[in-house]
């Protein structure tokens, strides 16, 4: 794959070479990218709290990525209740520090325009790591799995892991969200709607609460216990005696919180979904419980995000594959997307095969 992928790369620049064209990779003119910066420069690398078994695993891999790429690298953490505060003085840090690339999984995406401002004024690229930095002209670029993406993948397992179940509807669910803290929250959701309004309002599916609104189904902080408490008061509410067939959920940490909910009132558990391919969510997958989650591979995600910075530092405009879609209030933000692959029971051994961690899990 990667092979043919080489190929392919190869051929279009050969192409657009032969027809006068230049690749981006090659032009030197972006404003952003300026003239590079010696090859042991700080990086920094600004990351959320922990919510998720993906910020765990990116902070190690950037530790060694910068390292081995020659980078001095920082890597720090929001920690778990001054959230917001921790990053903006982490970033204000690091630009204090020179780092000439700062890399930001933002802890709330809607307040860092300071922050981001300071690292342009003292010549850092800025760029935005799997969540999009919102209301700022100074974001320069965005690494991330497409989002929207993720969410027509969660839609449809959902879709298909009810038919599955039960040939024909209707099917009575209930919907979750994201933090609303996090620009990619709003996008899995409308991603996922994308599939499942036409059947909601054709009569297929059944939202037993009535709470489509994203305010309503948002869960604040991605915590755990907001999805599980949430849930315990729809089967409250809504499901004393009916059967609730299947539940969106954003990611694997707040699908196994509303699994945990359903056990806990004595309910088979319903078609759930779930996104980052977490260890326990992989062993509840196999074990029958939840139905699906997304890869997300952190390991090509953080390789990309490196890359990026070693192209700048060379003093090249690093390479994108979209400039349309990620509008953060202010500008379009070049993005590099990466592809998500949805995971059920049948495809997880193929799905897990080059990773070791996860591999053993789907045997
Ligand atoms: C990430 C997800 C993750 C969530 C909670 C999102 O921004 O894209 O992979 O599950 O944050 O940490």
Redesign the pocket.
């Given at each position: 794959m990667r092979k043919l992928l080489t190929t392919t790369a190869i051929a279009a620049v050969a192409l657009m070479a032969l027809s006068g064209c230049s690749t981006r990779t090659d032009t030197t003119s972006g404003s952003s990218a300026a003239a590079g910066f010696p090859a042991d420069s700080l990086i920094g690398v600004a990351l959320?709290s922990k919510?998720?078994e993906?910020?765990v695993l990116a902070g190690g891999l950037f530790e060694d990525g910068l390292k081995a790429a020659g980078f001095k690298g920082d890597v720090q953490y929001a920690g778990a209740s001054t959230t917001v505060k921790d990053q903006q003085d982490q970033i204000s840090a690091m630009v204090t520090k020179g780092a000439k690339v700062i890399i930001i999984?933002a802890a709330d995406g809607g307040q860092l325009g300071t922050q981001a401002k300071a690292a342009h004024d003292a010549g850092a690229i800025v760029i935005a790591y799997?969540?999009l930095i919102l209301n700022t002209d100074n974001v320069d670029y965005y690494v991330?799995?497409d989002?929207f993406k993720?969410g027509e993948l969660q839609g449809q397992a959902l879709l298909d892991g009810l038919k599955a179940k039960k040939p024909a509807g209707p099917y009575n669910i209930e919907l979750f969200s994201?933090?609303s803290d996090?620009a990619?929250?709003p996008v899995?959701f409308n991603g996922a709607m994308s599939v499942l309004q036409p059947k909601i309002d054709d009569g297929t599916l059944v939202v037993g609460s009535g709470q489509t609104d994203i305010k309503q189904t948002a869960t604040a902080g991605?915590k755990a216990e907001n999805a599980q408490s949430r849930m315990d008061s729809l089967l409250t509410s809504t499901y004393g005696a009916k059967a609730i067939d299947g539940v969106l959920s954003?990611?694997?940490?707040l699908a196994r919180a509303i699994i945990t909910s359903v056990k806990a009132a004595g309910k088979p558990i319903p078609v759930v979904t779930g996104?980052?391919s977490e260890a326990e969510s992989v062993k509840s997958i196999m074990a029958g419980e939840q139905y699906s989650t997304i890869n997300?591979d952190t390991r090509v995600l953080v390789a990309q995000a490196i890359d990026m910075a070693k192209v700048l530092q060379k003093g090249k405009t690093p390479e994108v594959n979209d400039t349309k879609s990620y509008d953060n209030g202010k500008k379009i933000v070049p993005a590099f997307l990466l592809p998500p692959v949805i995971v059920t029971k049948a495809n997880a051994a193929e799905a897990y095969a080059n990773d070791p961690k996860l591999s053993p899990l789907t045997k």
């Amino acid at each position: 794959m990667r092979k043919l992928l080489t190929t392919t790369a190869i051929a279009a620049v050969a192409l657009m070479a032969l027809s006068g064209c230049s690749t981006r990779t090659d032009t030197t003119s972006g404003s952003s990218a300026a003239a590079g910066f010696p090859a042991d420069s700080l990086i920094g690398v600004a990351l959320p709290s922990k919510t998720s078994e993906n910020w765990v695993l990116a902070g190690g891999l950037f530790e060694d990525g910068l390292k081995a790429a020659g980078f001095k690298g920082d890597v720090q953490y929001a920690g778990a209740s001054t959230t917001v505060k921790d990053q903006q003085d982490q970033i204000s840090a690091m630009v204090t520090k020179g780092a000439k690339v700062i890399i930001i999984g933002a802890a709330d995406g809607g307040q860092l325009g300071t922050q981001a401002k300071a690292a342009h004024d003292a010549g850092a690229i800025v760029i935005a790591y799997d969540r999009l930095i919102l209301n700022t002209d100074n974001v320069d670029y965005y690494v991330a799995y497409d989002n929207f993406k993720v969410g027509e993948l969660q839609g449809q397992a959902l879709l298909d892991g009810l038919k599955a179940k039960k040939p024909a509807g209707p099917y009575n669910i209930e919907l979750f969200s994201g933090s609303s803290d996090d620009a990619n929250a709003p996008v899995f959701f409308n991603g996922a709607m994308s599939v499942l309004q036409p059947k909601i309002d054709d009569g297929t599916l059944v939202v037993g609460s009535g709470q489509t609104d994203i305010k309503q189904t948002a869960t604040a902080g991605w915590k755990a216990e907001n999805a599980q408490s949430r849930m315990d008061s729809l089967l409250t509410s809504t499901y004393g005696a009916k059967a609730i067939d299947g539940v969106l959920s954003p990611n694997d940490t707040l699908a196994r919180a509303i699994i945990t909910s359903v056990k806990a009132a004595g309910k088979p558990i319903p078609v759930v979904t779930g996104q980052d391919s977490e260890a326990e969510s992989v062993k509840s997958i196999m074990a029958g419980e939840q139905y699906s989650t997304i890869n997300k591979d952190t390991r090509v995600l953080v390789a990309q995000a490196i890359d990026m910075a070693k192209v700048l530092q060379k003093g090249k405009t690093p390479e994108v594959n979209d400039t349309k879609s990620y509008d953060n209030g202010k500008k379009i933000v070049p993005a590099f997307l990466l592809p998500p692959v949805i995971v059920t029971k049948a495809n997880a051994a193929e799905a897990y095969a080059n990773d070791p961690k996860l591999s053993p899990l789907t045997k």
